[in-house]
C-alpha cells in the first residue's frame, strides 16, 4: 500500500511517504513546540532508525526544525534537494536574516557534501517519483528554489511543492514534462502553507485536484479559504457534504491511502 502522511506541525511542513515497495521517503522535518509534535520522536516511538530518503523542499527554518535531533535518530541512505544552490550562498542568506541555527547547520552540511540520488534506483513499488526545480542564479529566493516533488501511484498524483511562489510556478511552467505531472495530480499540497504568495492560477489550466491540502497554524490570507477551494472537485465528508480543502489546523494529521487495486481513502484528524 501506498501511504501519504501529512503530519500537523504548526506553520511548518513534514510529511511521510511509504511505497509497496517498503522504501520511504520524508518530506522536510518541522516541528511545532505548541502542538508537541517531533518527528523524531514520532520514528523513535516507532523504533523506525533508518529512513531511504530525506527531501528537503527548501532551506527554511519551518521546514528543517527537527532535523539536528533526527540525525541522531535515524540513518538517511540520501537526501534530495535543489542541488543548484551553492552552500555558501545559503551561509551568507541565513546568516542575513539573523544567523544559522543548529538544525540549518546540519541542513547545509548535508546539502554540501552528500551524493543525491543514490546510483542504485530504488524500489518504490510502482510508485512513480519525479523532481523538479528552478536553478540557482534564475532565482535567488529560497521560496522559488524550492524543490517540486511529485508521486503517483495507480491514479493516486500528489505533488508537494515546498513554499513555490508566483514566479517560480511560472518558470516551472514553461516545462512540458511538469505540467503532464501536473495533470496527474489530484491531491494537491498548496504551496508556502496556503499563502497569497504560493497561489498561481495558472498552475489550474493543467491541475484538476479532488483535493486541497494546507499545512498551517492560522488563517492568514484569502487564498487559504477561497482562491484554492473553487479549483477542487471535492470528496465526500463523514457529515454528508463536501470537502474540497483539508487543513491541519483544523483537521489535525492526514492520510492519503492507497491500496494496490483499489480506491484511494483520505483519513483526517488521524490518530498517530
Request: hydrophobic fraction near 35%; charge should be negative; glycine fraction near 8%.
Amino acid at each position: 500500500m501506498f501511504t501519504f502522511t501529512i503530519f500537523n506541525v504548526g506553520h511548518g511542513f513534514c510529511a511521510y511517504a511509504t511505497t509497496p515497495g517498503e522504501v520511504d521517503i520524508l518530506f522536510d522535518c518541522g516541528y511545532d513546540d505548541d502542538l508537541m509534535f517531533y518527528p523524531s520522536t514520532y520514528f523513535s516511538d516507532r523504533n523506525i532508525s533508518h529512513i531511504h530518503n530525506l527531501t528537503i523542499s527548501h532551506f527554511d527554518q519551518d521546514h528543517i526544525s527537527d532535523l539536528e535531533s533526527l540525525r541522531e535518530t535515524i540513518k538517511f541512505d540520501g537526501i534530495s534537494r535543489n542541488k543548484s544552490i551553492p552552500a555558501d550562498f545559503i551561509k551568507r542568506q541565513k546568516r542575513n536574516q539573523g544567523g544559522i541555527t543548529s538544525a540549518m547547520a546540519v541542513a547545509i552540511e548535508m546539502h554540501s557534501e552528500w551524493t543525491s540520488p543514490l546510483s542504485i534506483s530504488p524500489n518504490y513499488g510502482g510508485v512513480q517519483v519525479r523532481r523538479f526545480y528552478n536553478d540557482y542564479p534564475a532565482f535567488t529566493d529560497f521560496n522559488n528554489l524550492s524543490l517540486v516533488t511529485f508521486l503517483e501511484y495507480q491514479g493516486c498524483g500528489i505533488v508537494v511543492p515546498g513554499d513555490l511562489e508566483g514566479a517560480g510556478w511560472k518558470m516551472l511552467l514553461e516545462n512540458s514534462t511538469f505540467c503532464e505531472c501536473l495533470k496527474r495530480t489530484n491531491y494537491f499540497i498548496a504551496s508556502h502553507h496556503g499563502r497569497n504568495e504560493g497561489y498561481c492560477e495558472e498552475v489550474f489550466d493543467y491541475c484538476k485536484p479532488k483535493l486541497i491540502i494546507l499545512s498551517d497554524k492560522g488563517i492568514v490570507h484569502k487564498s487559504q479559504e477561497h482562491d484554492y477551494t473553487k479549483h477542487a472537485a471535492g470528496l465526500p465528508d463523514n457529515g454528508g457534504g463536501t470537502r474540497r480543502v483539508l487543513t491541519t489546523r483544523s483537521d489535525g494529521h492526514i492520510r492519503i491511502e492507497k491500496p494496490a487495486g483499489e480506491p484511494v481513502s483520505v483519513i483526517y484528524n488521524l490518530e498517530l
